[in-house]
């Protein structure tokens, strides 16, 4: 499935340095997600994008910074993270004001924080 | 706060045993969304319930929705190996914006073939 496509799959980066993850979606959605996925943990909702306005913030540590240009872009910008923000992140797209629709994931970036 | 409970956590079966994952909220749903995600891999969204007592099946997985919405169960018959991966149930998150999930902590399934 290539319709919401993610980029690095991997990521290694130091506390003091500052990356960006990238997510693309082809479906022609108007919401976009950023969810992390750790070990024993359900996934968690860091952000959502509805129609390009940030609607909701889940308590997210500043370090961590979202963009949404437009409605098939949306970025994740990391700065002096920490070891415990090791962890898949997840982007994800749906369209929202049709009842039930589902979630559509991309592959994910693998980060780890050293 | 709103929850989705999901049991067992673990499950690991001989091939071609069933397997029955078992999802609970703490709120009445008025959908519930099933997902797969194999190892290395990301959430797929396999089905929506929406009725009450409703009951979907895909193949040898058949889906249940509780009479009351509160409950759902996603039971595979005869598992194979293509079987393995973790299952999600989800439910909207009332307490967030529209389109919003709550996601349970998922039941991980390792078929021994």
Redesign the interface.
């Known amino acids: 499935?290539t319709g919401v496509t993610q980029t690095p799959r991997h990521l290694v980066m130091g506390m003091t340095n500052k990356k960006s993850l990238k997510c693309e979606q082809h479906l022609g959605h108007n919401?976009m997600y950023w969810y992390k996925q750790s070990a024993?943990?359900?996934?968690e909702?860091m952000f959502?994008y509805?129609l390009e306005e940030r609607?909701?913030n889940?308590s997210v540590p500043s370090r961590f910074s979202p963009e949404c240009p437009n409605s098939s872009h949306l970025f994740l910008h990391l700065h002096t993270l920490q070891p415990e923000d090791s962890a898949l992140y997840?982007c994800a797209s749906?369209q929202?004001?049709i009842y039930?629709?589902?979630?559509?994931?991309?592959?994910?970036t693998r980060l780890t924080v050293t | 706060g709103q929850q989705?409970m999901q049991i067992p956590q673990y499950q690991h079966v001989q091939e071609g045993e069933d397997f029955t994952t078992y999802c609970n909220s703490s709120t009445t749903l008025?959908?519930i969304?099933w997902?797969k995600q194999r190892p290395g891999?990301?959430?797929?969204?396999l089905i929506?319930l929406?009725k009450s007592g409703e009951v979907k099946k895909q193949k040898r997985l058949t889906f249940q929705f509780g009479e009351a919405k509160k409950n759902s169960s996603l039971h595979i018959t005869a598992t194979q190996t293509t079987d393995v991966g973790t299952y999600?149930c989800?439910g909207p998150?009332y307490g967030?914006?529209?389109?919003?999930?709550i996601?349970?902590?998922?039941t991980k399934l390792s078929v021994k073939p």
Do not use: I, M, R, W
Request: proline share 6%.
């Open positions: 499935e919401a024993k943990k359900p996934l909702l959502v509805s609607v909701e889940n997840l749906s929202v004001y039930n629709s589902p979630l559509h994931f991309g592959n994910g | 989705v008025s959908n969304q997902y891999g990301h959430p797929v969204f929506q929406v999600f989800a998150d967030g914006s529209q389109g919003n999930l996601f349970g902590k998922g």
